[in-house]
Each structure stands twice: as C-alpha cells, then as structure tokens.
C-alpha cells in the first residue's frame, strides 16, 4: 500500500528558513508528481508548489524566489525549501502526491512564523 508522510514544520522567526520533507512509500515514487498546499485558519486550501515526475516545478505568485521544490527518487521524497518566511506563511502544509488511480494526502505539518 502506497503511503505519504510529511515532517519538517515547526516554529522560526520571520526571515528564517524551514525545509519539508514528503516521503512516499513504493517502487513507483518516480511516476507521482507531487504538491505541496497550505490552509491557514478560516482559509482554503491553496496550492503552494509542484513537481512533476520528470521534475517541472510550478510556485504560486506569494512564494516564488523564496521556496524551492524538489524530489529525489533515490529516497521517495519531495522537499520544499522555504526561505525568508513571513508571518503569512503560517499555516498547515500537506503534501499531495497523484499518479494512475492514487490520490494521497498526508497528514499535514504545521508552520509557524512569528514576527
């Protein structure tokens, strides 16, 4: 069974760094491609940044040049570099990762930026 675990959240100061790690279990990580969303409280759900399998990144406009996605196939897993965080970044992130029939979440982490 294809499973999804994120870790890496946690409280830092405004301007500091953060980086997310998204493993999925299985032989077939290579074929997902992969996202990480944000959901502040009394907020949607909104996409922050994705890979595809063959490593294409897209970012939403309130975090390009300060995140990076990434993946390596080596080890199943996704990483989301967060760079010069701001108090607006706070929020729980989850991990998606679809391919064929598989649409998985992950449990979330939460960030926390603290002005």
């Known amino acids: 069974q294809v499973q999804l675990v994120e870790s890496g959240g946690g409280l830092v100061q405004a301007g500091g760094s953060l980086r997310l790690s998204c493993v999925v279990s299985g032989s077939t990580f290579s074929r997902f491609a992969v996202g990480w969303y944000r959901q502040a409280p009394g907020k949607q759900r909104d996409v922050v940044a994705t890979i595809s399998s063959g490593g294409l990144t897209d970012y939403s406009d309130s975090v390009k040049g300060r995140f990076t996605i990434s993946r390596d196939n080596t080890k199943n897993t996704v990483y989301l570099q967060m760079n010069s965080l701001r108090p607006e970044d706070t929020a729980v992130y989850y991990c998606?990762?679809?391919?064929?029939?598989?649409?998985?979440w992950g449990q979330g982490t939460q960030v926390t930026v603290s002005s």
């Open positions: 998606n990762a679809r391919w064929m029939r598989y649409d998985l």
